[in-house]
């Protein structure tokens, strides 16, 4: 008796714990799920009936929205700004910054170790404390508002979690094949690029992915040194600007939000395991 | 046309520079003599870096922390006015109030529910297609996850049709509910802005979390389990006690996201209706109207307010925290 009383009761357990997690899946899902429905309704039901009605009959979807806001709301061009925003943020700081890491774990000179504190001591600088002289510096070289002026900006604002991620990897590499490279008379320049680089994938795509999808989600630094200038607005300039103009153009907005994160949500589920170590590697980046 | 070429100089112009100067360095080493080559080399394969470093984020934190005692313009100094301000005027206190309310809610609900997620995924065998799904909105932007809400947030008066989901959820389940403007009572909006803050953030807690509770050892939980301790007890006794220094480094990292809070609150509701927070205030003064004394005197606040939870954090991640 006393057993199958304890039998029910860990069933019961076992029924309310998956009836927790399948309720916190569903409200987790429900609101991107909401988006994307959305954006595939025309403007008339959007505004009229929730998203969920969409299911019963009869179905009316449509991609007009889509057609619509990569047209004519500049979403098209502001796709392929926030891939030339992105491209070069992502590569400029790795590359540097593996650079100065490298030199750091494998060279010998004065200061080496009060330099790397720095670099770390800058982790806790927050974009905000460097805005303004930043925005008058490129005022001055007559950069602002165009392309260089967020690769540059992305790449220094990325660099100091960079050089500490990577020169903590770079540093367990073994000490035997660095030195029998040098034996064998490899260059310093011949050693990072065919030794080191290829070793450290693993660090650097995941220092990639985090920085690329950092630079894609930004709004404040875009926001900043572009100044909303539609011809070199990234997607989340341009959506921000739309959620300003536009009022009640939900089938718009659902649409261009669902169009800015595709890339992401492709990357997210084909190279889960790296996305996800990199973001934990990146939360501390300032 | 203009965008091929930037995308040329993009994909392929970029490395090859980069590429080029490492080579150009040690060719350079290469001619000159021994005695110079191995005392340079290390600053010219730092020089990048460093240049970027100094220009973009040693110099301009010296620069701005001198801003911010001078007036909205930069030409006379103001001593500590611009603080003083910020400190009194019952507007930036709200603002300042407003980064309080959303550093202690979100940072504890997110880790809580984080906490939650990671012990009760533990158990079931679909595990990893729930965490998938909690960690997915931390792949998109806070733009992207502002439309989506506000969307979500939408309001009609009693009696229409409820096309937004929150309002159309509570209505369908409490027949007597007043369908709610949440974006616009001040008693709600906040809160309903810090909701979406957690719904991004629970899967980077949840992560974590996990990972450090697949470190406990279960041995020592199927000890106690024997020795008939109920789960509760063994949560509050034997798990929450070793993964406390994970939950710090978990609690940390929000905190200081919370501090920088910017583009939720920007694209929601500006700060309107008593939502303003730091970062998007000093967007204000700065862009709006032209202050650049208390816009500086905000980042600085913000960088004071990072710099002891970001030592506590590097401390803790240095030390194998990860």
Do not use: C
Not at chain 1, 135 to 157: C, D, E, K, M, Q
């Amino acid at each position: 008796m006393n057993r199958l009383a304890a039998l029910s009761r860990r069933l019961a357990g076992r029924g309310l714990l998956h009836l927790v997690l399948i309720v916190i899946s569903l409200l987790w899902l429900m609101p991107t799920v909401g988006l994307f429905v959305s954006s595939l309704r025309p403007a008339s039901l959007i505004s009229s009936s929730g998203w969920w009605k969409a299911f019963t009959t009869p179905f009316r979807f449509t991609l007009e929205n889509y057609g619509h806001v990569i047209g004519q709301a500049n979403m098209g061009r502001s796709f392929a700004n926030s891939l030339l925003i992105a491209i070069p943020a992502t590569v400029m700081p790795i590359l540097i910054a593996a650079f100065g890491a490298y030199a750091f774990a494998w060279m010998r000179f004065r200061g080496r170790n009060a330099l790397f504190l720095i670099v770390v001591g800058l982790l806790v600088v927050p974009l905000q404390v460097t805005l303004i002289p930043v925005l008058r510096l490129f005022n001055v070289l007559g950069l602002t508002g165009s392309f260089p002026a967020i690769w540059i900006a992305h790449t220094a604002y990325g660099l100091p979690f960079a050089i500490y991620l990577l020169r903590n990897f770079i540093g367990e590499l073994p000490g035997e094949m660095m030195e029998s490279a040098g034996l064998d008379g490899a260059t310093h320049a011949q050693v990072f690029f065919r030794l080191v680089i290829p070793t450290s994938v693993p660090a650097l795509a995941s220092l990639a992915i985090f920085q690329f999808m950092w630079v894609w989600n930004d709004l404040l630094v875009a926001l900043i040194y572009l100044g909303g200038t539609p011809r070199v607005a990234p997607m989340t300039v341009t959506i921000s600007n739309m959620v300003n103009s536009y009022g009640g153009g939900w089938e718009f907005l659902t649409a261009a939000a669902f169009l800015s994160m595709l890339l992401p949500l492709i990357v997210f589920f084909a190279l889960q395991q790296y996305f996800v170590k990199g973001i934990l590697a990146g939360s501390v980046k300032g | 046309m203009i965008n091929l070429l930037w995308a040329l100089v993009a994909v392929a112009g970029v490395p090859l520079v980069l590429g080029g100067y490492i080579f150009a360095v040690e060719a350079a080493m290469k001619r000159s003599g021994s005695r110079a080559r191995g005392g340079l080399r290390p600053w010219l394969w730092l020089a990048p870096a460093f240049v970027l470093l100094a220009v973009f984020l040693i110099y301009p934190t010296v620069s701005t922390a001198a801003l911010s005692f001078l007036n909205a313009n930069s030409a006379k100094p103001v001593s500590f006015a611009n603080y003083t301000y910020i400190f009194t005027d019952s507007n930036m206190l709200i603002v300042l109030r407003n980064n309080l309310v959303w550093l202690v809610l979100f940072t504890f609900v997110t880790v809580i529910l984080g906490l939650l997620i990671a012990v009760l995924t533990d158990r079931v065998r679909y595990e990893r297609a729930v965490k998938a799904l909690i960690f997915l909105p931390m792949a998109i932007s806070f733009v992207a996850a502002g439309v989506i809400w506000k969307f979500m947030y939408q309001y009609q008066p009693a009696g229409a049709a409820q096309v937004g989901t929150v309002n159309a959820i509570f209505s369908s389940i409490f027949p007597r509910f007043t369908p709610q403007a949440w974006l616009f009572n001040k008693s709600q909006n906040n809160g309903a802005l810090i909701i979406v803050g957690i719904w991004m953030w629970v899967g980077f807690a949840m992560v974590i979390l996990s990972a450090g509770l697949k470190g406990i050892s279960t041995s020592l939980i199927e000890a106690a389990r024997i020795d008939g301790a109920r789960e509760g007890r063994i949560f509050f006794s034997i798990i929450l006690p070793l993964m406390r220094s994970t939950i710090i480094v978990v609690a940390t990292t929000l905190i200081i996201t919370v501090l920088k809070i910017f583009d939720v609150v920007y694209v929601m509701t500006n700060g309107n209706l008593d939502t303003d927070v730091i970062a998007n205030r000093m967007y204000k003064e700065m862009f709006n109207y032209q202050n650049f004394g208390r816009a500086s005197a905000f980042a600085v606040i913000l960088l004071l307010a990072i710099i002891p939870v970001m030592v506590l954090n590097i401390r803790r991640f240095g030390r194998g925290g990860s």
